[in-house]
């Protein structure tokens, strides 16, 4: 506006620069802020773009950058006044469409057809979950939807991201003029490494922004890398004093795993209860420190190069106890082995029934501590016990210099695991064990307790039987 001499200005602003030629008072172009000159008039709550027109001496309106002028998305802040009562009806008329905080206000033009009003775009996504890979459809159809059909075309540019590529490769949905709908197919990028799960953002955005709204109600894409790690399978948990020690199955292509546990309502942390193993082979930990009589949840997830992370496995519950430790937690009335020092106390109770007497009771219960003794059950057996069954890896080099000798805890001259003498079926177990020594129990030749061996060979469910006994 030039010049004005009478009436009132309110509720306005510019957001392009003014120019102009003729028209002067006293010499001077009328072309500063909202309002050239002012010469008798009222402006109130007039705005002009000082990011667009720069600091002007001249004129009326009052300069606010494009953010200022973007960022209010309702009658608040400088926009406080601007609904107006604009037809003498009782009740303000709620003129005006703020969009986003990244647009400027436009009239709401109610009464005019909707395609004169501020448009509205739906970004869709068909699927909304692609792969990298194979897992799946590894490309996604893209379409922007204008909610009325529009005298020029409409331009919506997808988000750059690394996790995928668009064809057109500019990214950009149009949307031709007297059409209400445009598309472009996106596809994943196939990483050669593992990487973390994308969900992309679809919002986009318009170049006319004051006139095209992109809808804030746009879907996330998911795009997900397929060749990560498994989720975890077969997690146990077996509840000791003040502590539980955890066992899983591995996962194909992981270098190490994470177990970590809670209890009531707390959150799992990325710094505490948990044990980061950076192993392949290493599937067990023990987690001490709990409290006796709470409840914990455990969780183990696998990790690649120490980054890259699986699904987490199901969620197993276990309650740390201080008496009554229940050492068959499966209940098949065998005795879980965990440990090198529960595998040999084995050789006190050969009948497999943990109902030890005489001057090996008190070696053979110190691996077994804390549990219940009654009549003829023990080590929490539903029935009388009928043997035990290795439940970890148990590895015979304790100290972990690559060999099994006179250094190692449960050393026995190298005679390796073997058949305890004495046994009522005593050759045929001996005859098992050559067996096994012949070609390995996992497949490779040796024993564990042999020391070339040893750091490779891990045995796994190995069950004695009643009557059958092994010493380490």
């Not at 300069?63 to 009740?91: C, F, M, R």
């Not at 948990?237 to 199955?249: E, G, H, K």
Request: hydrophobic letters at 30%; one cysteine or more; charged letters at 15%.
């Amino acid at each position: 506006m030039g010049v004005l001499s009478a009436g009132t200005v309110e509720a306005v602003y510019a957001a392009g620069e003014v120019s102009g030629s003729g028209g002067s008072s006293g010499g001077t172009r009328q072309t500063g802020g909202v309002i050239g000159n002012d010469s008798g008039g009222t402006v109130t709550n007039v705005y002009y773009d000082s990011s667009v027109m720069g600091s002007i001496s001249t004129g009326r309106g009052t300069a606010k950058t494009t953010s200022e002028l973007q960022s209010p998305t309702g009658y608040s802040g400088i926009y406080a006044n601007w609904n107006l009562n604009l037809d003498g009806v009782p009740g303000n008329d709620d003129p005006w469409d703020f969009g986003t905080s990244s647009q400027y206000p436009v009239v709401d033009y109610k009464s005019l057809p909707t395609s004169d009003q501020r448009s509205t775009v739906t970004i869709t996504a068909n699927p909304v979950v692609i792969y990298e890979n194979v897992g799946g459809p590894t490309t996604s159809t893209i379409t922007a939807t204008l909610n009325a059909v529009r005298t020029s075309s409409v331009t919506v540019t997808l988000p750059t991201n690394t996790a995928y590529t668009t064809t057109p490769s500019n990214r950009q949905i149009v949307i031709p003029h007297g059409l209400t709908s445009g598309t472009l197919t996106l596809t994943a990028v196939n990483n050669t490494t593992d990487a973390s799960d994308a969900n992309i953002d679809l919002s986009g955005s318009t170049a006319d922004d004051r006139s095209v709204s992109v809808s804030a109600a746009n879907p996330t894409l998911g795009i997900r890398d397929d060749d990560e790690l498994a989720q975890v399978a077969g997690v146990a948990v077996y509840p000791r004093n003040a502590s539980a020690f955890v066992t899983w199955q591995p996962v194909a292509g992981a270098t190490g795993y994470v177990v970590q546990w809670k209890s009531g309502s707390d959150s799992y942390s990325t710094t505490t209860r948990r044990t980061v193993i950076s192993s392949a082979t290493t599937r067990q930990t023990n987690a001490t420190g709990l409290t006796n009589s709470t409840a914990y949840t455990f969780r183990v997830y696998a990790t690649k190069s120490g980054v890259d992370n699986g699904a987490t496995s199901t969620e197993v519950t276990a309650t740390p106890v201080s008496t009554g430790i229940d050492y068959d937690a499966d209940g098949d009335d065998l005795i879980d082995v965990l440990t090198l020092a529960q595998l040999n106390a084995i050789r006190y109770d050969l009948n497999g029934d943990g109902l030890v007497t005489g001057s090996n009771q008190s070696s053979f219960r110190a691996a077994f501590p804390n549990t219940t003794y009654t009549g003829t059950t023990a080590l929490g057996c539903a029935a009388t016990c009928d043997g035990y069954e290795l439940l970890a890896d148990l590895d015979f080099d304790t100290n972990g210099n690559g060999y099994a000798d006179s250094s190692d805890s449960y050393w026995n001259s190298g005679r390796g695991f073997h058949a305890h003498r004495g046994q009522p079926d005593q050759r045929r177990v001996q005859r098992h064990v050559r067996r096994q020594q012949r070609r390995g129990r996992d497949g490779r030749r040796g024993v564990p307790g042999d020391s070339t061996t040893c750091s490779s060979t891990r045995w796994r469910r190995a069950r004695s039987r009643r009557g059958r006994g092994f010493s380490a």
